[in-house]
């Protein structure tokens, strides 16, 4: 257990800090063009891949009584983001819109961008999203609109967190389903899923889902004008580009949202009810490199099991009490791109999951709603 007084030192955060450095990487691509377009996608799934096998795993947990104050130098991280992120992705638009590169190297420049804006900003976005704070939400919110993505707030707080390992969770990946056959279909479901979960809260209070405390309206208002200042900075090219970051950094979401809960379920108890979120629903991984740079998201089985927990406090759970990924996430998204990879990495695990915690369950097709059915 590290002690919350070695928690709250700004060394102990700064390994965190790394994520900042995908800014100049961004930057010497725009720049330089030509093989540099690539080096902020090399950063970030080979480096960091590459760190993870050199540093191994990091299986400390900080001191749970460790205070919100003592925890201000990992607020600054996600906070202090969101202005960069707005500045750069924008001052970036304008200077890549009219600068000597081919539309390939400019597509290639922000596809890199979309990496950064995804990686980092949809997932500090997540972090914030679960805190009690208005002024943080508010900043979740802005780092979504600027990828078009706006509902995903709603999606994951009312939907993902309360039917995570059901057939009710659009986002939850069935055994055997493909990421190409996962993708299309979350993109739609959890839209009208979002949608439908903030039309009931307001029904609940007699009002229509018009009504302007609908959080839609303001998704939808800060979405056209991170539009519309693509258009003002770059015009149609700004545009376009800004699509591209925005697709791309969806598409690495998604891809993160398929590795977490790959095929895990939560036990059926009858009459629409399920047992109660443990650590076992998600997929752990301990990779220390990778949790530097996604600030251990990768714990992803203690945040499902205590949401409003702040990212420097999430415990790791061993094998014992949660599935463990082989890789991290960097690896594991780009097997989760080759399918026929993808279930001979994951389906042996899934199946060994469930001898070790549901042996008593023989028949799992009601678990598996919503997917292709393929040979086990």
Do not use: C
């Not at 700004?238 to 998604?254: D, H, I, K, R, Y």
């Not at 220390?288 to 999430?314: E, M, T, V």
């Amino acid at each position: 257990m590290i002690p919350a007084n070695r928690v709250a030192q700004p060394t102990a955060a700064l390994p965190f800090y790394l994520s900042y450095l995908l800014i100049p990487l961004v930057w010497v691509a725009a720049s330089l063009g030509g093989w540099w377009i690539l080096l902020p996608i090399a950063a970030t799934w080979y480096l960091f891949s590459a760190l993870d096998a050199v540093l191994g795993l990091n299986t400390e947990n900080a001191d749970l009584q460790t205070t919100d104050a003592q925890l201000t130098w990992y607020k600054i991280i996600t906070a202090a983001w969101v202005p960069l992120q707005f500045v750069n992705l924008f001052a970036l638009i304008w200077v890549v819109s009219d600068a000597p590169l081919t539309p390939l190297e400019k597509f290639g420049v922000f596809f890199g961008v979309g990496v950064m804006t995804g990686t980092v900003g949809i997932n500090y976005s997540h972090e914030m999203m679960h805190q009690k704070s208005r002024i943080e939400r508010f900043l979740g919110d802005l780092l979504l609109a600027m990828v078009l993505y706006s509902h995903f707030r709603s999606e994951h707080l009312l939907v993902h967190h309360r039917y995570v390992g059901t057939p009710r969770d659009p986002v939850t990946a069935r055994y055997n389903e493909g990421f190409h056959r996962f993708y299309p279909r979350v993109l739609r479901q959890s839209l009208l899923s979002s949608f439908a979960a903030e039309k009931a809260m307001l029904a609940r209070k007699s009002l229509p889902w018009h009504h302007l405390s609908n959080p839609f309206w303001r998704y939808w208002g800060l979405q056209l004008i991170m539009l519309a200042l693509a258009i003002a900075l770059g015009g149609g090219t700004g545009l376009l580009l800004f699509l591209v970051q925005a697709g791309v950094a969806v598409w690495q979401l998604e891809l993160v949202n398929y590795v977490e809960h790959y095929g895990l379920t939560r036990r059926h108890l009858g009459e629409g009810k399920y047992e109660h979120v443990l650590p076992r629903h998600s997929w752990n991984a301990a990779h220390k490199a990778s949790n530097w740079l996604l600030i251990n998201l990768q714990r992803h089985s203690d945040h499902h099991y205590k949401p409003d927990r702040r990212f420097p406090l999430l415990q790791n759970h061993a094998q014992e009490d949660a599935p463990q990924l082989p890789y991290g996430y960097p690896i594991m998204t780009m097997a989760a791109m080759v399918p026929p990879l993808w279930r001979r990495v994951m389906n042996p695990r899934v199946r060994d999951w469930r001898r070790r915690y549901y042996p008593d369950i023989q028949d799992w097709t009601p678990y598996n709603k919503g997917a292709t059915p393929l040979p086990r």
